[in-house]
């Protein structure tokens, strides 16, 4: 079997003597799309954070195509290919749609491929489209949401992480979103998702974790994690 793209062994991670997460392990192959379900509190950011580089990892390794990352500040890993668009989204309020658009595209030089990509982005979110030079604080939550995820496409990743796109917004909006994502997974891009909506993040991924208090406590097929009584009955409502 091929090195996964990513491979995530045995991570913890410590604020202080708090133990956020715990000996945790996790890959994604090239071309998978793969999610971390988990409630709230679960130790998902805390992941996510030692990947990208923002929290310093207390033990494990995380190695992305076969190299090792602990080394390399969040900007290396960006360089390398590792794109997260983070909870909370982060666009830039006062530069107009566009120019957030262009600033994910800021490592390429490629001036005719960048111009196709920002209108194939459009094509996907024709909201964004209408609003294109207005400055990105005057959009919706939903539409900054997806405004990110633009951002973060435009650097062509390798491997796009998502940080709980869905959270805070209204279920019309989390539909378009998720529609994207999906979209997203088609056109060929590998995918880790981390999400409190466990059902939506199941049924676009193929392969999922399931996390509890710093650890994973089941994984598997998306489909099967569907299915599961202890899921249903912890993630799913039912
Ligand atoms: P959420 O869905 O709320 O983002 P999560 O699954 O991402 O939850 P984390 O944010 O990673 O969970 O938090 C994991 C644990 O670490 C929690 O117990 C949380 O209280 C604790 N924690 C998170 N950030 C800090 C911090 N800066 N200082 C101390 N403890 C923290």
Redesign the pocket.
Known sequence: MPEALLQILDLS?H??A?E??NALSLNVAEGEHVTLI????????????ALTGLLTASAGTIHFDGQPLHSLGAHQRLQRGLAMVP?GRGVFARMSVLENLHTGAYLRRDTTAIADQIERILDWFPHLRRRLEQPAGLLSGGEQQMLALGRALMSRPRLLVL??PSMGLAPVMVEKIFAVISEVCRSGMTLLL?E?NARLALQVTERGYV?DS?RITLQGASRELLEDPQVRAAYLGE
């Open positions: 991670v604020y202080g708090i956020a997460v988990g409630a709230n509190g679960a130790g998902k950011t805390s992941t996510l954070k909870e940080d709980e981390v409190q996390m710093g």
